[in-house]
């Protein structure tokens, strides 16, 4: 494959296939979203009893969606699984068909020569787009290799603390932190986060990233 738009055209049919395996998975989730207890009673007795009637009405729907979010949870590494396989694919096209490209200041002293090809793209949380597919392709592909390596390591860094919530009360967003244990592969986090939801939004970037 001489040229950027051939490898999109010729793995155009296996990342849309990813696509609609992943919507599958996270249509699992859609069951459980809805059930929300609203009140104008303040805490105490009152609230109690109204609460209670509320569950005792909505008990089918309630039930439905606990089920929903146990079987979603027992599929969350099969969906990441196919996240990081698109991952993949964009990264690889980014190793090929890329160019070096001036590293922001913030990355200078961890971003290779050879890495630059993936300063690109619009930012997301200080981070430019291509370095958060090289990051998150690596974490997928070595979740179980102990500490991440940089730039992965600081590309995470600032996806888990520059999200602009809690003001001077900085935090760390669990989705992106490396060292969550409740996490292994964090794929559906990032293309979750990056709004990698559709092949639609996935080849527009793409074709940005790379200008075709």
Same mark, same amino acid.
């Given at each position: 494959?001489? !040229?950027?738009?051939?490898?999109?055209?010729?793995?155009?049919?296996?990342?849309?296939?990813? /696509?609609?395996g992943i919507d599958d998975y996270i249509s699992i989730l859609r069951t459980a979203v809805g059930m929300? &207890?609203? +009140?104008?009673? *303040?805490?105490?007795?009152?609230?109690? #009893?109204?609460?209670?009637?509320?569950?005792?009405?909505?008990?089918?729907? $309630?039930?439905?969606?606990?089920?929903? %979010?146990?079987?979603?949870?027992? %599929?969350? &590494?099969?969906?990441?699984?196919?996240?990081?396989?698109?991952?993949?694919?964009?990264?690889?096209?980014?190793?090929? =068909?890329?160019?070096?490209?001036?590293? *922001?200041?913030? &990355? %200078?002293?961890?971003?290779? *020569?050879?890495?630059?090809? /993936?300063?690109?793209?619009?930012?997301?949380?200080?981070? *430019?787009?291509?370095?958060?597919?090289?990051?998150?392709?690596?974490?997928? +592909?070595? /979740?179980?290799?102990?500490?991440?390596?940089?730039?992965?390591?600081?590309?995470?860094?600032? $996806?888990? !603390?520059?999200?602009?919530?809690?003001?001077?009360?900085? /935090?760390?967003?669990?989705?992106?932190?490396? !060292?969550?244990?409740?996490?292994?592969?964090? #794929?559906?986090?990032?293309?979750?986060?990056?709004?990698?939801?559709? =092949?639609?939004?996935?080849?527009?970037?793409?074709?940005?990233?790379?200008? +075709?």
């Amino acid at each position: 494959m001489q !040229t950027i738009d051939e490898y999109l055209k010729r793995t155009e049919s296996a990342v849309q296939r990813l /696509f609609d395996g992943i919507d599958d998975y996270i249509s699992i989730l859609r069951t459980a979203v809805g059930m929300t &207890f609203v +009140t104008s009673e *303040p805490y105490g007795p009152e609230q109690d #009893a109204e609460y209670a009637a509320w569950k005792a009405e909505n008990a089918k729907r $309630l039930h439905a969606a606990r089920e929903a %979010e146990q079987k979603y949870l027992a %599929e969350t &590494f099969a969906l990441d699984t196919l996240c990081g396989a698109v991952l993949q694919v964009a990264a690889k096209a980014i190793e090929i =068909y890329g160019h070096s490209k001036p590293v *922001p200041q913030v &990355f %200078e002293s961890i971003v290779k *020569p050879k890495i630059s090809k /993936f300063c690109i793209g619009r930012k997301v949380r200080t981070v *430019p787009l291509g370095l958060i597919i090289y990051a998150a392709r690596n974490q997928h +592909t070595h /979740f179980n290799d102990g500490k991440l390596r940089e730039p992965s390591a600081s590309v995470f860094k600032r $996806l888990a !603390t520059e999200h602009g919530y809690g003001g001077e009360q900085q /935090f760390s967003d669990p989705a992106f932190d490396v !060292t969550n244990p409740r996490l292994m592969s964090l #794929a559906s986090n990032v293309t979750g986060l990056i709004e990698w939801r559709s =092949y639609e939004s996935y080849i527009a970037d793409m074709r940005a990233l790379l200008q +075709t």
